[in-house]
């Protein structure tokens, strides 16, 4: 059983426009949420998280918001840029020990010229 | 600062011999978690390791795999008599502290194994 899924494997967006990545989860005890980038051959980096007493986070670009009651979190980027084409994981934790995590599937996100 | 370090990058090996696997947290990060990928899946935790102390080991396959995180040198994954499954991506990260809102900290990956058993 599979409990953090990002239905959508790829995303393909216009360079300006704005990205949503999408994330469900299934695991209620999970309060910290996260989402990583990921280059082919390098390891995950930590973009952005989200505790479950907040409904959204901000940081330039980037915005996660947090829907407790449908389980949902989605990662906004706007304005998208061409170098933010990468992997994109979202993953999700309890908040004593987060580093222990887990991830979904990755949405590989393409952003046009 | 040096970021995690991850050797070798790829580790050719196969059945039925060993790899080991060794990650150099970031200095002064003393909680190591390690996890591998498949390909075209997300990361899953294997475990969570902190100086000589192995706390959570949930995501271990319970034949095989072994880690180790000495008070001196780096943490090391072991895979015992490899098959062909376990080529896979394996990652390591490091935090200084536990990872979460409380702790305002974050864990930092390495770049990362690639295991081929042939």
């Known amino acids: 059983d599979q409990q953090v899924k990002q239905n959508s494997p790829s995303l393909s967006v216009q360079e300006g426009r704005i990205s949503i990545l999408n994330c469900d989860y299934t695991?209620?005890?999970?309060?910290?949420f996260l989402w990583y980038k990921k280059y082919p051959a390098e390891g995950p980096t930590f973009l952005i998280s989200?505790?479950?007493?907040?409904d959204k986070n901000e940081d330039g670009r980037f915005t996660v918001f947090l829907n407790k009651s449908a389980k949902h979190l989605s990662l906004h980027i706007v304005p998208s840029q061409p170098g933010d084409s990468a992997v994109y994981f979202c993953a999700a934790g309890i908040n004593t020990n987060a580093g222990k995590s887990t991830f979904g599937d990755g949405t590989t996100l393409t952003v046009k010229p | 600062n040096a970021g995690v370090m991850q050797n070798p990058r790829h580790l050719v090996r196969r059945r039925g011999q060993e790899a080991r696997l060794r990650c150099s947290p970031m200095k002064g990060h003393s909680h190591v978690y390690w996890y591998r990928q498949l390909p075209e899946e997300g990361l899953k935790f294997m475990v969570y390791l902190q100086k000589e102390n192995i706390i959570d080991e949930s995501g271990m396959p319970k034949e095989r795999f072994s880690a180790e995180f000495p008070k001196e040198g780096p943490s090391i994954l072991r895979i015992q008599q490899v098959v062909r499954g376990d080529s896979a991506a394996y990652f390591c990260?490091?935090?200084?502290?536990?990872?979460?809102?409380?702790?305002?900290?974050?864990?930092?990956f390495g770049q990362g194994t690639r295991l081929t058993v042939v």
């Open positions: 990260a490091s935090s200084p502290r536990l990872v979460g809102m409380e702790m305002n900290t974050e864990a930092f």
């Open positions: 989200i505790s479950s007493i907040k």
């Open positions: 695991n209620s005890m999970f309060d910290y």
